[in-house]
């Protein structure tokens, strides 16, 4: 009995080991948890490309989608026309974060990809960026009612993230 | 205003400490990615101002998570990471000594066994001889 069990165990070691290091391969390393998830949005004053001032105070009592993106980010065309359909459903305000882009290119890269955002903050030297743990563009934040940050994505948003992230939220915030 | 060399050299260290999120394998010292010169700037700005190492670090936690960390910090979480290795060398040197102890003890049995037998042997042999001068009286 025991000497079988002394046979098995490193055969077994090694197995939990192999399963162990195949999960470390198949995970992405550039998905990082986010640690605002469930924390307060951080504070945001900034000019707009319109020439006034954001503040993020004012979105209180709604749930708002908060896009990181620049003029020089090859990915946040891919994800563009995503949001450019989310803008069109209007189902919750939108704020575009310019990050560290000059603001004549980034006037130029909406007009010609559409401009989504209901207000478009000027991130030009990345503080805020860095405020909100960015470390690629575009990344994607959700922010509930309370401004408790909900939901993070890093990376290019695809058809499924409205239905899979957000309408949960939006639902949970109509219901009182 | 200019740093002085203190702080510059405070500022190499905590660099170093520091992992580059865009370009993973490196820290923010080594790195020239955009992020990783605005979170040196960020670092050499807290450190003019007077915070301490500890500060910064967790200003950066806070913002970016333990995995900018190179050198994980003491917590729940991390105490396998910390004292697994120690764990397991314990636990082999476990093995090893009872696995020793064990074969010490089958010998000396042994040991403990063959003088029984010869004892045996020495007794039937004194009986014997015992007998037969019983005999030849």
């Not at chain 1, 195949?22 to 998830?37: E, F, M, N, T, W």
């Not at chain 2, 105490?79 to 003890?105: D, K």
């Amino acid at each position: 009995m025991r000497r079988s069990f002394l046979l098995v165990l490193p055969i077994a070691v090694l197995i939990a080991l192999a399963v162990l290091l195949a999960r470390g391969l198949q995970s992405d390393p550039r998905k990082l948890d986010s640690v605002l998830i469930g924390k307060p949005a951080p504070h945001i004053v900034l000019p707009t490309l319109d020439g006034r001032q954001f503040d993020s105070e004012k979105l209180v009592g709604q749930v708002w989608l908060l896009n990181v993106f620049a003029s020089w980010c090859s990915a946040c065309v891919i994800e563009h026309p995503q949001l450019v359909q989310l803008a069109e459903q209007a189902r919750l305000p939108m704020v575009g974060l310019a990050y560290k882009d000059k603001t004549p290119d980034t006037a130029a890269w909406l007009k010609e990809h559409g401009n989504p955002y209901a207000q478009v903050a000027l991130d030009s030297d990345g503080r805020t960026g860095i405020n909100y743990g960015v470390y690629g563009v575009p990344e994607t934040f959700v922010i509930d009612a309370q401004g408790i940050v909900r939901v993070r994505h890093a990376g290019p948003i695809d058809a499924t993230f409205f239905a899979q992230q957000v309408a949960p939220l939006l639902a949970k915030a109509a219901t009182p | 205003m200019n740093p002085t060399p203190e702080q510059l050299e405070r500022l190499q260290q905590l660099s170093t400490e520091l992992r580059c999120l865009v370009c993973q394998n490196q820290s923010i010292a080594e790195s020239n990615a955009g992020l990783a010169v605005d979170l040196r700037q960020q670092a050499l700005e807290q450190i003019q101002a007077g915070k301490s190492d500890a500060a910064i670090r967790s200003y950066m936690v806070e913002r970016y998570g333990e995995f900018i960390l190179y050198k994980p910090a003491y917590s729940g979480t991390n105490a396998v990471l910390w004292g697994g290795p120690f764990l397991l060398l314990v636990l082999v040197a476990v093995v090893i000594v009872r696995g020793w102890r064990r074969r010490q003890r089958e010998q000396s049995q042994t040991e403990v066994s063959g003088t029984a037998a010869a004892a045996d042997l020495l007794r039937q042999a004194q009986l014997e001889e015992r007998y037969q001068r019983e005999r030849e009286k």
